[in-house]
């Protein structure tokens, strides 16, 4: 089998002794070049294949390595159909996800200095500059820099390449705006490295610039002197040009673990991974939602071969990370809006808004521009389009849905200044063993905790959402939850993820309020539970444990069923 794709972005490497499963995107190299535009922008949430494509870009454009293309090249589409501008330019390329900042700004600003630096003298040494190199330690800022490098390589065919050109920024806003808006206002030293960039685009010393990222945040806020680059972010010729579509999927898994494991329901297999990792839709008309390719990949490689079972983890502690990092922009703006927002997509699974095409951080900070900004960042995508303009959005899948709960619960302690995380796995863990007592008094001592102001407009739904939040911690069930609003199906069913886990469970929740009777609400509870039971997918479910949970300000009731 060959090697998976995973953690690995360098488009030379993959190639050039064919031992990686490849996917096949250098067709979008024509497309582009089919625009007639020299400078574009493209993002993408974390993780989706951006850079190892910057990287073939890279060597598909890199004079260097037209002796080699062939060979890199081999097999792909771009070699069979190659574009006139193939191997014509000298590639400057700037990484910027590497800069560490957690520092403070004196070490974020010297961690872009030494970057845009490195980047610069890879240049010089890779081109034949090399006696221009040692005057590069004595420029101390990037705009510097950057026109030191103009002046010197002033005659060459330049290709700019830019990766996670928003990565650091986006840290320092979900830190601070007052220090975001610094570096990106006039006179800071990220503003004014750009500034330097649309000078060369204007003096045609700078012929092509393609720039990664994951918000228009910067980039917006730079719009004034850095208005110069096309987004094709949104185009509906560039959806699948990062992420994989179904077809690719099928591919990839046909080639490693339908090859090995023979035996596997390759239809169930397809569709539990639909469910974790599918979802993207970047343009209402497009054919086909797309997977988060690095999480498809690391689902392959987490796979276990030797008894055809499904990983233990579906998400990457290390991506689970990087979008927690990215959760911290959550609070931009009215952060109680913002929270509201987010509850209302955990139990509805659906808000309505616009995608805004510019921001204004001197102003505020909108409903709508937080919409796109967790559109942009893949925590909710594009369910259908109203009408033009305004979007029904969605979680995409399973993965980010239990993003959501994790980062709800994590909301909730630090609002009612209580902790119950750092307990909760163990709590569900003898939850899966079939006891229930340490999960309903967890449950209790959540709902006990809570602020007046949070009871003051408590209900059921909220109920539910707290549950939710809980019972995402534990990563032997898969929760299937329907939303309040449909009671066709219980509110919340956990199902072990493999035939192994010894308890699954159904929850009806119910809330008590002042003037309710408990006697008609527990009645009623019950007859539902009932009727859910006697349906064909809930009778389907193994190993079931039903239970009505009625809950009010003193705490919850579990009634077994």
């Known amino acids: 089998m060959q090697k998976i794709i995973y953690g690995e972005s360098n488009f030379r490497k993959i190639k050039i002794n064919n031992d990686y499963l490849y996917i096949d995107k250098t067709k979008f190299i024509e497309t582009l070049e089919g625009l007639n535009e020299s400078y574009v922008i493209f993002l993408r949430p974390r993780r989706f294949g951006k850079s190892l494509f910057l990287s073939t870009l890279q060597y598909y454009y890199d004079e260097n390595s037209k002796d080699e293309f062939e060979v890199i090249f081999n097999d792909t589409y771009i070699a069979k159909n190659p574009t006139v501008l193939k191997s014509s330019y000298r590639i400057l390329f700037f990484e910027f996800s590497g800069i560490n900042t957690d520092m403070g700004m004196d070490a974020i600003y010297e961690g872009f200095r030494d970057n845009v630096n490195s980047a610069i003298y890879r240049y010089f040494m890779n081109y034949g500059y090399e006696g221009y190199t040692t005057k590069l330690q004595n420029i101390k800022t990037p705009s510097g820099l950057i026109k030191y490098f103009f002046d010197v390589a002033k005659d060459d065919q330049i290709y700019l390449l830019i990766d996670e050109y928003d990565h650091f920024a986006n840290a320092i806003l979900a830190h601070s705006m007052e220090e975001f808006l610094a570096i990106v206002s006039k006179g800071g030293f990220v503003r004014s490295f750009y500034e330097v960039l649309k000078g060369a685009t204007q003096s045609g010393t700078l012929h092509k610039m393609f720039i990664t990222g994951v918000t228009p945040i910067t980039l917006d806020s730079l719009s004034s002197g850095f208005n110069i680059v096309k987004h094709i972010t949104y185009k509906q010729e560039f ?15 046909q080639a490693s673990i339908f090859t090995r494991c023979t035996e596997v329901d390759k239809q169930m297999l397809l569709d539990k991974v639909r469910i974790w990792y599918n979802g993207y839709l970047f343009n209402s008309d497009a054919k086909s939602r797309v997977y988060n390719a690095t ?13 055809c079972r499904m990983p233990t983890k579906m ?45 204004d951080l001197n102003r505020d900070f909108g409903e709508d521009d937080f919409i796109t900004l967790i559109y942009s ?9 109203i009408v033009a303009g305004l979007y029904e959005f969605e979680i995409p899948n399973y993965v980010i849905k239990m993003l959501y709960f994790n980062y709800f619960a994590i909301e909730l302690e630090r609002r009612n200044q209580f902790k119950m995380t750092h307990s909760i796995a163990k709590v569900l863990t003898q939850l899966l063993l079939g006891d229930i007592a340490p999960f309903q008094n967890q449950l209790n001592e959540v709902i006990q905790s809570l602020s007046n102001r949070d009871h003051q407009g408590f209900d059921e739904k909220y109920f539910h959402v707290i549950a939710l939040a809980l019972l995402s911690f534990g990563e032997f069930y898969f929760i299937d939850s329907q ?14 993820r493999d035939e192994r886990v010894p308890n699954n469970y159904l929850f009806e929740l119910k809330w008590l309020k002042g003037k309710d009777s408990y006697e008609s609400i527990k009645r009623d509870g019950l007859k539902q539970v009932e009727e859910y039971l006697s349906l064909d997918k809930i009778q389907s479910i193994p190993k079931l444990r039903a239970y009505l949970l009625i809950g009010s300000k003193d705490g919850v009731e579990f009634v077994r069923v």
């Open 295 to 307: 999480l498809l990949n690391y689902f392959i490689t987490e796979y276990h071969f030797d008894t």
């Open 483 to 496: 939303p309040e609003r449909n009671r066709k199906y219980p509110d919340i069913v956990l199902i072990g």
């Open 315 to 359: 998400l990457d502690v290390n991506v689970a990370s990087d979008y927690k990092a990215i959760m911290k922009l959550f609070n931009i703006g009215d952060g109680e809006r913002n929270y509201k927002i987010l509850e209302a997509l955990i139990e509805t699974n659906s808000i309505t808004g616009t995608i805004k095409e510019r921001y």
């Open 377 to 385: 960042m893949g925590f909710i995508t594009i369910k259908n389009e």
């Open 239 to 253: 959806n699948a040009m990062a992420g994989f579509t179904q077809e690719e999927v099928e591919c990839s898994l």
